[in-house]
T-cell receptor, first 113, second 111 residues
Framework: KAGVTQTPRYLIKTRGQQVTLSCSPI?????VSWYQQTPGQGLQFLFE???????NKGNFPGRFSGRQFSNSRSEMNVSTLELGDSALYLC????????????FGPGTRLTVL | DQQVKQNSPSLSVQEGRISILNCDYT??????FLWYKKYPAEGPTFLIS???IKDKNEDGRFTVFLNKSAKHLSLHIVPSQPGDSAVYSC??????????WGAGTKLIIKP
């Protein structure tokens, strides 16, 4: 069974730009969650999608948004990038939700200059 | 407000010895706890979990202990092997709500 894939793996953007990250979950998994990880911090939950609906949202500004498609693939968008958005963005999929065993992708390393 | 804390950023252990990774939490409503490990350039992988109705869960070389009164969780790895070198993160949730993650502890196993 193929694992969770994320594209792109690395991204460099400048302040003010916007970015879209993509995540393809494990086949059959309907829950996709997004996390931000910065050095010295635990994973910060962004949001969770289940069957194309946002089911849960963390404490991030509205510049961070996402969506999920009918095939469970998910995208995350960050608009008006700030320097502090530089981080590793991880996507995780699971059968039913975030407290189920999650399978993580390798992440997208976003650098904002 | 960090509800889940891993106070040791790193830990170095001799191969063959026991590794003990600690995690403290503040929210008494947490009822489910997990440990994940992460290798460089890879996403975290699930290791072991425990629910609040138990105080110990074992899986091979890995044992998780839960002390609810102290709000303390620990992961024991016995014996430690070089392949165990990774970052270990604990996470907690309350009634199936979202997971809250610790910052992680980097475990280094010395040969």
């Amino acid at each position: 069974k193929a694992g969770v894939t994320q594209t792109p793996r690395y991204l460099i953007k400048t302040r003010g730009q916007q970015v879209t990250l993509s995540c393809s979950p494990i086949s059959g998994h309907r829950s996709v969650s997004w996390y931000q990880q910065t050095p010295g911090q635990g994973l910060q939950f962004l949001f969770e999608y289940f069957s194309e609906t946002q089911r849960n949202k963390g404490n991030f500004p509205g510049r961070f948004s996402g969506r999920q498609f009918s095939n469970s693939r998910s995208e995350m968008n960050v608009s008006t990038l700030e320097l502090g958005d530089s981080a590793l963005y991880l996507c995780a999929s699971s059968l039913v939700g975030t407290t189920d065993t999650q399978y993580f992708g390798p992440g997208t390393r976003l650098t904002v200059l | 407000d960090q509800q889940v804390k891993q106070n040791s950023p790193s830990l170095s252990v001799q191969e063959g010895r026991i590794s003990i990774l600690n995690c403290d939490y503040t929210n008494s409503m947490f009822d489910y706890f997990l440990w994940y490990k992460k290798y460089p350039a890879e996403g975290p992988t699930f290791l072991i979990s425990i629910s609040s109705i138990k105080d110990k869960n074992e899986d091979g070389r890995f044992t998780v202990f839960l002390n609810k009164s102290a709000k303390h969780l620990s992961l024991h790895i016995v014996p430690s092997q070089p392949g165990d070198s990774a970052v270990y993160s604990c996470a907690a949730s309350a009634s199936n709500y979202q997971l809250i993650w610790g910052a992680g502890t980097k475990l280094i196993i010395k040969p």
